[in-house]
């Protein structure tokens, strides 16, 4: 193809989530970012938060909820960083590109050009994982990670521009063909306006084509997103401290203004029921509900005309109990408050039965398989099978003793009828 054909818009679809009736996954076309399934869609069919803490996922992944979505992401946890800083959030994501001038699902379709989702440094590179990492400055943190490429036209020490190949889509240490995509939650935007590019056609197929592309202009929302830092957040911390919420496994909110993953739980709490949505973001209506640090005793009008004189301040509203923060926000409430996200364990304390302690903790999440593991392994204990045949001897017993009672009966009738 010459400079001087029209560019080709890629094909983009996804291996979406189970579908009913039956659960089976097909492919999906993706239309923007929002319609970007959870990364591993069917794994992590049954994820929830309890607790605060994400269960039923798939095992040793990382969950959250970003933009109202439970969503994986990568973390350092488990004694193991993955090259990231301790409070980074990576959020994860899974699509496959397609040339339009091939057959859908062809080999020739997907052996395509993965075009850069930031500009940056290129900080490590994996041809055995076909891993990219770009950083925002040589030695800084890692943007994106884009893998199973095969093979990687960028080398360490390089910079890259928007656009730029990065490699060709391949399947390199997973079972098939398709781009797996991790950006920084504080890049949420850059993520949306790439797929957004990818699907109009600014960042067509064609490398020649991407040149000098220049990347759509971010506008800030006023949303703080899970492992993003700021003063707001301090604030919201602060207030949500002096309300009773609590971290995670009941410890004290940190107040440093860092949006971690152990804070999140309270925040959907908060956000419930301050009859806010439940996004597990920091936006803007969230933040209504914390007033600056630094903010002035009263808020006045500054200017007014000469000779006239100051116009009153508004008079605010008491604050809730237990609210001292803002004022009353019961009556803008709803009647009824949205189901919980975070579901809180009804049950305190143990049992002092590890089989029962899981029994109550698989009822409470409706975690209908684990339920069924539980009782079948408490079907085939031998304390429940002595129960059982205990039972059965019980019963044998009643029995006997009952026909024992009809043969006296019968008997004790024909004696009368002879008299």
Known sequence: MTDDQAPSTYRIIQLGPPRPPNGLQSNEPVTDFDSLATHHPGANRDARMQDGVIINGQ?????????????????????????LNPDQVLLKKDFILED?????????????????PVSGYIGRVSEREGLVDILDRQGGDVVARIRHMNPIAVSEGQTVEYGDALGTQGRQQTGAVHVHMEMDTRYYQQFENYVSDLVSGRLPVEAEHR???????????????????NQRIRDLQRVMANEGYQAVGGRPLDQDGVYRVSMQGALLDFQREHGIPQTGDIDPAT??????????????????MQGQPMPPAAPERPPA?????????????????????NRHSQRTGSTGDPQ??????????????????????????????AMVQQGHEMLAAQERERQQQEVARQNQGHVLSLG
Request: charged fraction near 30%; proline fraction near 9%.
């Open 211 to 229: 040149e000098n592309v220049e990347p759509q202009q971010v506008v800030g929302d006023g949303t703080f997103r899970l492992g993003e830092t």
């Open 59 to 83: 095992p040793r992944r990382a969950h959250a909820y970003i933009g109202g979505e439970l969503q994986e992401i990568e973390v350092a946890r488990d004694g193991r960083t993955f090259g």
């Open 100 to 116: 339009p001038n091939h057959p859908s699902m062809s080999r020739a379709a997907r052996a395509v050009d993965v075009p850069s």
């Open 321 to 341: 109990p237990g609210h001292p923060d803002h004022p009353d926000h019961r009556s803008g409430l709803p009647q009824e408050l949205e189901q919980p996200i």
């Open 287 to 304: 933040l209504h509900f914390a007033p600056l640090a630094h903010s002035r005793e009263v808020d006045r009008q500054d200017h007014f």
């Open 356 to 385: 029962l302690d899981r029994l109550a903790d698989a009822l409470y999440a409706d975690n209908d398989d684990e339920i069924s593991r539980v009782c079948a392994e408490i079907e085939q204990s031998p304390d429940v099978q």
